[in-house]
């Protein structure tokens, strides 16, 4: 009796360890960072951002000084991903809007371009993971 009560509860425990164990998962949430450089009224201008789950933040330096943060929205397409945002600067720039397009040109590389109100044309260069 003993022996039947051992097994039935080590066949049930492992059972249960399987059931509540948790699994690896497949696409982990890895943020897919950039560099920006480009200018505006003569001025050159940078940026860093990085990209999760199709949303972006993106922290920049534009003309006089100005320094600020954008929120960015990402459309998934095959192999380009358009984007647009908006963000807040400093020194009275206040509100800027953004827009542009990343293209995959590898599996771990990925270009772009785009434009910013503030800090004007720029070319971004990425990787991911």
């Known amino acids: ?3 039947s009560f051992i097994t039935k509860t080590l066949i049930t ?5 399987g059931l509540f164990t948790p699994n690896q998962a497949s696409a982990q949430v890895i943020p ?8 505006k009224d003569g001025d050159i201008t940078y940026a860093v951002g990085a990209r999760a789950l199709n949303f972006g933040v993106e922290v920049g330096t534009g003309p006089d000084g100005a320094t600020g943060v ?3 929205k990402f459309i998934s397409l095959p192999v380009v991903s358009p984007y647009v945002g908006v963000g807040l600067y400093s ?5 800027a809007v953004s827009g542009g397009v990343q293209v995959g040109a590898s599996d771990n590389v990925f270009v772009g371009a785009g434009y910013n109100s503030v800090r004007g044309f720029n ?3 990425g990787i991911r993971f």
């Open 13 to 17: 425990s492992i059972g249960f360890l």
């Open 70 to 72: 954008d929120v960015l």
């Open 123 to 125: 070319g971004q260069l």
């Open 91 to 95: 020194e009275d720039k206040g509100v």
């Open 1 to 3: 009796m003993k022996i």
């Open 32 to 39: 897919q960072p950039w560099v920006s450089v480009g200018g």
